[in-house]
């Protein structure tokens, strides 16, 4: 039993079912150790009590404990064949594949002469990133952080190991903010986009670069800095989302003092990500 708590903890990262291992162990247990006593009985009354006490004795324990084990394997095994919560299985959710957001289809949804800017990455992601808005040269080609904010991200996500395609990227406003007198109707396009693209994503957690993109998303008055880097809970298409708040690269680029607090939080989202 005591072997089924570490094989648990090692091998299982939702809290279910290392409790089902644990729980499971206990019968396999009774089992070895019950086999081995009467094979310990049969063995005396064949072959004599010497060999039973030292040759059988001391063989029969690996081979409990041996048995134990492959019964742990299958347990984790069969568990790993039950499909979670989440759309796809958890290699397919890290294996970066094109996602189609909802605004593809039309070319300007912002109501701006500027290109729209649409997500990429992983179509089934634990992780999204949201940036508040695009550059210029990202309208131009049509792609999130590129640049030198995108340089800097990369390296963020490769310093906790996480590939740039395993995640998927997207900013609050698909259209650079050049044109002011559309902003109103420029953000409640964005709004509603940005949260089709939620949906069809499903994520399990959700990185906000910044104030203004954290304000957006959480649509909150408390102060950035109260709530930047900590786990937010937040609710959208009826899915419970965990929402982490950091400083955006381009903070970054301006205020490289602010790294240290920075990879704090990249930490914090490394171990929700394990967690999902």
Not at 252 to 263: E, V, Y
Request: charged share 20%; hydrophobic share 40%.
């Amino acid at each position: 039993v005591a072997l089924s708590f570490v094989f648990a903890y090692l091998t299982q990262k939702k809290l279910w079912r290392r409790a089902v291992i644990v729980v499971m162990a206990v019968p396999i247990a009774l089992f070895t150790n019950t086999s081995r006593i009467a094979g310990l009985a049969l063995a005396g009354r064949g072959f004599g009590a010497k060999f039973a006490l030292t040759v059988f004795h001391d063989w029969s324990g690996y081979f409990t404990f041996a048995f134990g084990l492959l019964c742990l394997f299958g347990i984790g095994w069969l568990l790993g064949k039950i499909p979670g919560k989440n759309k796809g299985t958890k290699a397919q959710r890290h294996k970066g594949t094109e996602a189609e957001t909802p605004h593809k289809k039309n070319e300007n949804p912002c109501s701006l002469n500027s290109k729209a800017v649409g997500g990429a990455g992983n179509s089934s992601p634990i992780l999204v990133i949201i940036g508040y808005a695009p550059t210029s040269e990202e309208s131009v080609q049509g792609k999130p952080f590129l640049g030198e904010r995108g340089e800097l991200l990369t390296k963020i996500l490769s310093s906790i190991k996480i590939a740039r395609n395993n995640v998927y990227l997207t900013y609050c406003i698909k259209c650079p903010l050049q044109e002011k007198e559309h902003f109103s109707s420029m953000t409640r396009n964005c709004r509603t986009i940005l949260f089709q693209e939620l949906g069809l994503l499903n994520p399990e957690i959700i990185c906000t670069l910044g104030r203004k993109a954290t304000k957006f998303i959480l649509q909150t008055e408390t102060p950035f800095e109260d709530i930047r880097g900590k786990v937010i809970p937040f609710t959208t298409n009826n899915k419970a989302i965990k929402v982490i708040p950091t400083f955006s690269p381009d903070h970054l680029l301006q205020h490289p003092k602010d790294k240290n607090l920075t990879w704090l939080d990249i930490q914090l989202i490394r171990s929700e990500y394990d967690k999902a």
